[in-house]
Structures are given as structure tokens and as C-alpha cells.
């Protein structure tokens, strides 16, 4: 079957496929959390005294005794068996932003030749899977593989239904047998810890006398794209790489406005239902769904969590969505960038830090300028982003996400705070010395009677901020849609609670000069805003006068792609902040730069490799087919004196040309491996490989607007962005 013909069948197919039968859905109250080996779970399963240790555990971080260990893998054991399980696995997250298991059996063997279920505490609290076949930057030689897994009691244990069996899942940590961490788990429990021990510290000084454990939390909206299957079957592009390396830009896209928040199609409708079933049981709180900007995009929300059971879920999040899609006959695109010419994805992280007896400390109540917990901890984070905005720039560095960063869909690269018209004024106020009773928002009034008077909020949003106060948390708008919410929840926990740090120093010195609390509180901030106020800003960060102003006037950086943005790990203020707060040690920060440039690296190169390939193997055969065509009918029209006009076969036959000249110096260059840094061959991936692909690119494209449809091989993006 030619590919014009697999294309044809395709559409078809998808066309007349018949409606999907929906089924009532369960109440939530029925499968909520009923694959979890949640706390309710436990409590049914312990003795009291297990119950009572596990729950501190969870709740403060104190640790876990051995013999409490043995009784909760019982209990988990026998849960899971009466639930259908045989495999167990400690799924951790290696530094690859996908989640890795290994599944074992609750068996063991006796001298009688008979076999036992057997699951005890050693074998829930360790495992060992090899710790040199993951991205390690240079921690794990080959010839030195063995890497530890360990048991995360403060992230739920749960099942994984397939429909080849079930598996209970223990989230862990990834380590090296000389104790360095190879994942994303070790990093986010030491920065949230860091931060606890700093907050403490404030929280102390500012007369609070009950205080618990503090905690940051997570709520990440998760952007996609869904295509038929059977297109992306015709896509090698979006098979191997998430992303349409060729395709014209359509009549119609997202310009008419209609396909955000519009009707959600029935089938895509059915597929959410599903989703949000399986995350029902899985103890995910999926709140939100919806059309995105784009069509044939769309977006999940769940409630926030605290960050590490959030990172955790979302990671399950994401394989959800994609085993589902394959359910109903979709891929699922989590791909920053998968169409040019639309709307990328992104993943809102909402970030906020809190605890059970000051609650929020993000959350600044009706009267901010009074509310003196927030006040400190909201300056923290304008401190942070202030000093490490290049830090954060660096964690949502990926080159899927070079795409979308800057452009009229997303966060400029320039990381600033947008703070909201009432809190900006706050905070400028304090720059000045002063404090000022705040106005609220006002009251909402439409003149209709049928409608009922709300208060408005007492600031707008600004969808162009990469960091943006948004009532109660910070949203860091920047992140990408296939990322993990780890890196950036590691890089903001430890930017706090090197601000926090700070924050407590200045205090408790103003506080020993003998002024009143008010007073110590307004003296540190307004020296924060002197220093830092300049990474505060209201206004439209798309525009080119911010962009000139941030740079110039403001001292801040914009680092355009992800060769520049990587570069930031090495710089010694970050390894110093790291170090000091225990988060990473230098050795563990160096080899995530490692990582993290390779993966830039091996991405383009394999783009651009597939790039040549399809140009070579599909387009050009496509190309050479029409010309003939062209050729043959011109002659035979010719013979009969009609002369036909040459301009589309003149077009074609140039654009042909011309790609084909453009794929032979893309092969040239990707045979160059003599870089003297890695450094220099993330440039060289920056600047020469993309350039050189998006002029593949560019003629190919223009030939899909000139060859016969019935040519043409590769489904085009009106028929996977539109046909459902």
C-alpha cells in the first residue's frame, strides 16, 4: 500500500468509525483511591502502634524502625494479593523524566520443591536494579553497576492494572552503591527538607510557638495533544521524536479562536471519562479537564498535593494518559512542540509551601499588608527568582521545549515575578519605607439582575509572566508538558530556602536592635526590594521593550535556548547554593549537567537524522513520482499543440533541488565529532543542526502545497489536528 493509500484508508476508517459506547461512571465515593495502600488502607491493615509510626512518618519525616517495616510489608503483601497481584516493584525516577520498575514475585521456593508468598520488610525497603544502564553523568561506571532502590514511605504504594495483570508499585529512590542519587525522588525530598529547616527558623522568630513540619505542594496543569493512531502509524516523525518534523501550516488552525474551552469532541470526551476513572482509583485528584488553545489539544488539572506525592503522580499521570489514548485509538502527544504554527504544551506548575498550623504562608489573606508571614515568605520568592532565575531557566531546558519558550504561547525565557496590581503595590510601598492599607478588587456588577454579584479579584492574571503570583501559589508557567514537575519543584524549595535563610539572618538582627516585630519585618523587606525588586514585573513580558529593559536596565538574563540555559548548573553560586542547603552535592550537580547535555545533543542529532531520512525515503520519491506525471502529460498535451503552463513542475522541481541540496549538508554536518567541549557541541546543535533542519524543512513543506494530494504520503496536519 502506498503511503497516499495507507493515508486515504486511514481518514476513512477514522471517519466511519462507529460512536463509542460510554458507560455510566462509578461515583467517586465507590473507587476513590481504592488502588492506593493509602493511609485509610492502613489503618484497616496495622496494629495501632504500626498504624501510629507509619503515620508519623509520613506526616514529619521520622523515620521508620525495622520491625515496623516487616508488619507493614505484610499488610501491603496481603492487600495487594487479595486484589489479584503477584509482581511488586519499586518504581523510582531516573534522570530520564520517565519512571523505570522492575517487577519481582512474592514467591520463594522451599527444599520440598513447593513454593510461599513471601514479602518482608528487607525486600520493601530495598531493591537493586543496575545503576550504570540509566543517564548517570559519569557517577556509575559500566564496570561499577550496582545501584539501590529505597522505599518511600511518604509517597502511598498503589496498584497497576494491565490487561496482562496487576503490579504493586513502591514509589523509591535511585541511588549509586556509593550513596550518590541517580534519580529525581533524593533531590526533591533534601530540598523540601531544606526548606522545612529554614522556614522553621522564621516562623520561630516570628513568635510562632506550634510548629509543624513545613511542606511544599503541587498542582501541575498537564497540556496534550491526541491524533488518531492510525495517522501517527504514518508518522515516523511523531512515532520516534513526539514531534511533526514536516508539515504545512493549514488554512485553518487556532486563528478563529473557537477550539478553547468549545465543545469537547464526543471520543475525546469518552477518553477523559476513562482517564480520570483509572486516576480515581489511583488516588489522583483530577479536577479539570478541557479544550487547549489548539486543536486538537486539551488539558488535565488535578488539586495540588504535597510536592513529592504530586512529582510522583504526575509522573503516573502522564503513563495514564498514554496507555489510555492506545485504548481508544489515540497517541497521546506530550511533546512540547509536536505541530509548528499552533500552540505548544506547557505544564503549570502551582507551587505553594505550607503546614498544618500556619497553614498556606503563601496565602495572603484579605489585608496582605498585615499578614507579615506571607509578606516575609512571598519576598523569599521574589529573592530567589531574583538571584537563581537563570537556575530555573536551566531546570525547563529541554530542546522540545526551545520551541515553545519565548514565543506568543508561552514564558519568555527571561524569568520575572509578576506579583498582581494590589501585591506589586504592597511591595513597592515597602521598597519606599511604608506600608499602606491595601483596596480591594471591588464588586463585580453586571447590571443583571438574573446574575449575582461576586467580589473581583484585587488583581488581574498575566499569562506572559513565567512567574506569576496567582491568589494563593506561584505558577511557573515555563515548564514543559513532557517534563518532570521535579526539577523545578527541587530548584524552587532550595532557592526558598536559601532566601528563608537569609530572611531569618536579617530578622533576628533587626529583631536584637530592639524593634518591634512590624518594624524588623518592614526594615528586611525593604532592604529585599532595593536588591531584588527588579525582577518584579506587571507589564507584557511578549514585548520587545520589556525584553531590552530587562536586560539592560534590570540586569536580568535571557538565555534563548537550552546550550545557553544548561551552562547555569556549572555556575559557582548554584553549586554553592546546592551544597550548602544539602540538596546536591557538586559531584551530584555535575552529572546532571552531564546528563541533560547529552540528552540535548542525542535529541537534535536524532531529529536531524530523521529529518534527512524521511526527506530522502518519502518527499523526494513523492516529488520525483509528480514531476513524471507532470512530464508525461505535458508531452502528451504537447503532441496534441495544447501547451500547458510549467510554473508548478518549474516549483516543484526547484524546492526538490533545493531540499535534497539541504539534506546532503545536513548529512555533512552530522557527521562533524571533533568538538573540543560538550558545551561547544551543544552550540553546534543549537545553531547548525536546527538551522540546517528547519531548511529541509522549509522546502519539503512548500512541496506538500504543490504536489498532488494524491502523492502525497505522510498525513498532513488538517487531517490529524481536525479528524477525530
Known sequence: MSGHDARVTAIQEISNRPPMLVTKPDPLSKIWATDVFSLAAMEEA????AFKAVKKTVQTGAPLDDATADIVAAAMKDWAMARGVKFFSHIFYPMTNATAEKHDGFIITNPEGGAITEFTGSLLKKGEPDGSS????????????????AWDPTSP??????SN?????IPSVFMSWTGEALDKKIPLLRSNAAMNTAAQKVLSLMGETEIATL???CGAEQEYFLIDAKFADLRPDLMLTGRSLFG?????????DDHYFGAIPERVQVYMQDVEDKLYRLGIPAKTHHNEVAPGQFEIAPYFESANVASDHQQLLMTVLKITAKQHGFVCLLHEKPFAGVNGSGKHVNWSVGNATQGNLLDPGHTPEENLNFLLFCGAVIRGVHIFGPLLRAVIASAANDHRLGANEAPPAILSVYLGDQLEKVFNDIKEGKIVKTEKGGE???????????????????????????GNRFEFRAVGASQSVSGPLVAMNTMLADSLEWVGEKLAAQLSSGKTKADAVLGVLKELMQKHGNVVFGGNGYSPEWHRMAVEERGLKNIPNTAGALLEFNDPAVIHLFQKTGVLTPVELKSRFDVYAEQYINTIEMEAKLTASIATTSIYPAA???LSTLAATTASMASMNIVLDAGVAKAVASNTNAMMSAVNTLQEALAQHDFDSTEAHMQFSADTLRDLMNKVRSYADTLETLISDELWPLPKYQEMLFIK
Do not use: C, V
Not at 46 to 49: A, D, E, G, V
Not at 134 to 149: E, K, V
Open 134 to 149: 540509566f543517564p548517570n553523568g559519569s557517577l556509575r561506571m559500566t564496570s561499577a553497576a550496582r545501584g539501590y532502590t
Open 248 to 256: 504545512a501550516k493549514p488554512a485553518k488552525g487556532q486563528q478563529f
Open 215 to 217: 511542606n511544599s505542594s
Open 444 to 470: 463585580m456588577d453586571l447590571g443583571l439582575s438574573q446574575i449575582l454579584n461576586f467580589e473581583r479579584d484585587p488583581g488581574d492574571r498575566n499569562r506572559t509572566s513565567p512567574f506569576a503570583f496567582t
Open 165 to 169: 495483570g496487576s503490579t504493586l508499585m
Open 624 to 626: 520525483i513520482s509528480y
Open 157 to 162: 504504594a498503589y496498584i497497576m492494572h494491565t
Open 46 to 49: 496495622l496494629s495501632k502502634n
